[in-house]
C-alpha cells in the first residue's frame, strides 16, 4: 500500500525556520496537504495543493513541492506552533483512497 | 462559516455495531464529497472513507470495507457512519471532514471528534 514519510519529530528554537518533508512515490502527480493538529484538538488545514495557505493561517506557513519530497516550511516558529504535523495525499488505486504520513511532533523551545 | 457537530460513539462490545452523525452547515452541504478519519489512541490520523454529493459514490480504507457504511441525507445536511462488526482496533477518535470538491478525499474542514470504545 502507498506510504507517505515523515521524520517523527522536528526541534527549533523560537524564531527559526522549521522544515518538515513529506516524501512520497506519487507525490509528482498528487497534491499535498498539510494539517496542524494541537494535542486534544481536530487537526486544522494550513496547506492545500502543494503551496497554498488558508485564510486565517499565518504567513510564516508556506509549502513546496519537487519530485516525490513535499515541505512545509514554518519560518520564524512561534511557540504556538507546536503540535504533530500530518501531510496528507491521494494513491493512485481505482479507488484512490487517502492517504496520511505519520505525522511530525514539532517542538519549539 | 463551515461547522461540523459531530454525534454518536461511545462503548461497544466486539461485534457490536455504533452509528456516527456529522451535522453540517454554513457551506452548500449537497455539493461537496464527505469523509470521515479516524485517530487511535496516541496513534496518528488514518483515512476511512469518503462519499460523493449523491450518496451513491463511496469508497472504504481496507481496514473498514465490509464493516463500515458511509451515508448522507442531503435534505438535512448530515453525514453517517454505521459501523458493524466492531473490533478492538476500531477504538479511535472519529473524525467527519469537508471534502474541497463533489467527490474529493483533500479536506478543508473538520468535525470536533467523536470517541469510540470497542471494549468487553
Known amino acids: 500500500s502507498y506510504e507517505l514519510t515523515q521524520p517523527p519529530s522536528v526541534s527549533v528554537s523560537p524564531g527559526q525556520t522549521a522544515r518538515i518533508t513529506c516524501s512520497g512515490d506519487e507525490l509528482p502527480k498528487k497534491y499535498a496537504y498539510w494539517y496542524q493538529q494541537k494535542s486534544g484538538q481536530a487537526p486544522v488545514l494550513v496547506i492545500s495543493e502543494d503551496t497554498k495557505r488558508p485564510s486565517g493561517i499565518p504567513e510564516r506557513f508556506s509549502g513546496s513541492s519537487s519530485g516525490t519530497l513535499a515541505t512545509l516550511t514554518i519560518s520564524g516558529a512561534q511557540v504556538e506552533d507546536e503540535g504533530d504535523y500530518y501531510c496528507y495525499s491521494t494513491d493512485s488505486s481505482d479507488d484512490e483512497k487517502g492517504v496520511f504520513g505519520g505525522g511530525t511532533k514539532l517542538t519549539v523551545l | 462559516e463551515v461547522q461540523l457537530v459531530q454525534s454518536g460513539g461511545g462503548l461497544a462490545q466486539p461485534g457490536g455495531s455504533l452509528r456516527l452523525s456529522c451535522a453540517a452547515s454554513?457551506?452548500?452541504?449537497?455539493?461537496?464529497?464527505m469523509n470521515w478519519v479516524r485517530q487511535a489512541p496516541g496513534k496518528g490520523l488514518e483515512w476511512v472513507s469518503v462519499?460523493?454529493?449523491?450518496?451513491?459514490?463511496?469508497h472504504y480504507a481496507d481496514s473498514v470495507k465490509g464493516r463500515f457504511t458511509v451515508s448522507r441525507d442531503n435534505s438535512k445536511n448530515t453525514l453517517f457512519l454505521q459501523m458493524t462488526n466492531l473490533r478492538l482496533d476500531d477504538t479511535a477518535v472519529y473524525y467527519c471532514?469537508?471534502?474541497?470538491?463533489?467527490?474529493?478525499?483533500?479536506?478543508?474542514?473538520w468535525g470536533q471528534g467523536a470517541l469510540v470504545t470497542v471494549s468487553s
Open positions: 462519499v460523493g454529493v449523491t450518496g451513491g459514490n463511496t
Open positions: 454554513g457551506f452548500n452541504f449537497f455539493t461537496y464529497a
Open positions: 471532514a469537508k471534502g474541497v470538491g463533489p467527490i474529493s478525499r483533500f479536506l478543508d474542514h
